[in-house]
């Protein structure tokens, strides 16, 4: 998983249809998507179910790109082993959901993976200043976390001092909520370079007729820039 800050786009399967997943990553991946992003929620952190380990192993023969696990869970570091078992290539925590998100982004690196860390809208930037050099991502939510479809808080000026404090280090900036042609351009020009959507992408299409899914995400691409 080579570093570069070109635009990628994770189409986000809380969009797709949840009978079909293998073959609707499949189908993603072959109109142009970079990664694959999965939302893990709790019930408790986030007010929503979604998957667990075994789905997220599930879809790992499915994905040829990469990987990138969110977790919106509480607590986090009892499940790291699991995920990194299941073929996370990115797993991401909250900076919220526990006291010691130093000690969970070494220990999601210490399994393998590329560390993320998430930021709520509330949180600032500041938040995670003294664990850059433990980040491989920053996922800044744009909507509060626990829903797909929701409206797109504009967090541009956070984006845009987060890639500031990151200087030259390898890290990517990832967006996360209402991601569409209209939002991207505003997410892009403040420096993200990872942008994750879900009814954007998958509106329109299906496993049968996936050429909506590529139109979708070239259009995110170019008003990205």
Request: charge should be negative; aromatic fraction near 6%; glycine fraction near 10%.
């Amino acid at each position: 998983m080579s570093f570069d800050r070109s635009i990628k786009i994770a189409p986000s399967i809380l969009a797709a249809d949840f009978a079909n997943f293998g073959a609707e990553v499949q189908a993603v991946e072959a109109q142009g998507a970079d990664w694959i992003h999965i939302d893990v929620m709790d019930g408790h952190f986030v007010p929503n179910l979604t998957f667990g380990p075994p789905m997220v192993k599930a879809l790992r023969r499915h994905v040829k790109t990469v990987m990138d696990v969110h977790l919106m869970i509480a607590p986090v570091d009892a499940y790291i082993d699991a995920y990194a078992d299941a073929g996370a290539d990115v797993l991401t925590a909250h900076v919220e959901a526990g006291p010691h998100i130093h000690r969970t982004l070494q220990a999601i690196r210490g399994a393998g993976m590329k560390a993320g860390v998430a930021l709520n809208p509330g949180t600032p930037a500041a938040s995670v200043a003294h664990v850059l050099d433990l980040c491989d991502l920053i996922c800044v939510m744009t909507v509060n976390p626990g829903f797909g479809g929701q409206s797109f808080i504009d967090m541009s000026a956070k984006i845009a001092e987060l890639r500031s404090m990151i200087g030259d280090r390898e890290i990517h900036i990832e967006i996360d909520g209402g991601v569409d042609v209209g939002t991207a351009p505003l997410v892009a020009q403040a420096g993200a370079d990872v942008l994750v959507a879900g009814s954007a992408v998958f509106r329109g299409g299906s496993v049968d007729d996936p050429a909506p899914y590529g139109e979708n995400i070239r259009a995110i691409r170019a008003a990205a820039g």
